[in-house]
């Protein structure tokens, strides 16, 4: 059976343009422009190198500055070959958000996948500061996210100013780079991450896949004992083969 296909994702949106009548925490009352995608990062793992698609590289972008249809069919297709999506965040914004935006330019549905989110995954296992990738990152000593210029960068980028894009682009393919140092050194700690020898076929360790793995005592249930396996790669946590004891309940 092939591999599975992990793709890490991160996408950078346009601000909401409306009327408000105040300057500070205020509602919008009209809508004149809706959010929209700016550029998006896909980095498959155990590939060294990252691929940054922008609305700024498809040839109508001149035409209109904040059309995302030609990007949302590449990202479509990302969804559409991928097994595995992990982003920080991901089942709330990221996932969500592109769905949203593939409906309205009138997409299907892709493939079925599963997702594995950096930020429920930190929530559940562990109590760091912050959750947020930027905290995590220095935390585990793996490395930070990018300083910008703030606002003044996602309002240049729809403006259409080359140095918004390229600090933009910058930004965007280092958060997937701290995206995927955090996703391997939290996953051994997780039971979220979808079990990788599902898609192998292949025994061995579930998060990482090595072969390099070891029975380590038992986990008893009411019903069943199973033999308690730890890989000695990453130190996953999981469970082999069942025993058959007769000192378990029936």
């Not at 249930?221 to 000695?232: D, E, G, V, Y």
């Not at 469970?239 to 309940?249: A, M, P, Q, W």
Request: charged content about 25%.
């Amino acid at each position: 059976m092939p591999e599975p296909r992990i793709a890490l994702i991160d996408i950078e949106t346009a601000p909401i343009l409306g009327y408000s009548w105040g300057l500070f925490d205020t509602n919008i009352m009209h809508v004149v422009e809706p959010t929209f995608i700016l550029c998006f990062t896909v980095k498959w793992e155990h590939r060294k190198s990252a691929k940054t698609l922008a609305l700024c590289d498809y040839p109508n972008y001149q035409d209109n500055k904040k059309s995302d249809k030609a990007l949302c069919e590449d990202l479509h297709k990302t969804l559409d070959d991928a097994d595995i999506i992990v982003a920080h965040n991901g089942d709330s914004f990221d996932i969500k958000k592109i769905n949203s935006r593939l409906i309205v330019h009138g997409f299907q549905p892709p493939s079925p996948f599963k997702t594995f989110d950096t930020l429920k995954a930190a929530r559940k296992s562990f109590k760091f500061d912050s959750n947020k990738l930027d905290n995590i990152g220095r935390y585990l000593q793996v490395g930070r996210k990018m300083p910008h210029t703030g606002k003044d960068l996602f309002i240049g980028c729809v403006e259409g100013d080359p140095k918004a894009w390229a600090m933009m682009r910058k930004y965007n393919a280092q958060d997937v780079r701290l995206l995927d140092s955090v996703y391997q050194k939290i996953k051994p700690w997780t039971a979220t991450q979808p079990d990788l020898r599902a898609y192998t076929g292949q025994t061995g360790c579930p998060s990482c896949q090595s072969k390099n793995v070891q029975c380590r005592g038992f986990n008893v249930a009411k019903t069943r004992k199973t033999q308690r396996m730890q890989c000695r790669d990453c130190g996953h946590w999981h469970s082999g083969r069942i025993i058959k004891d007769e000192n378990v309940l029936a």
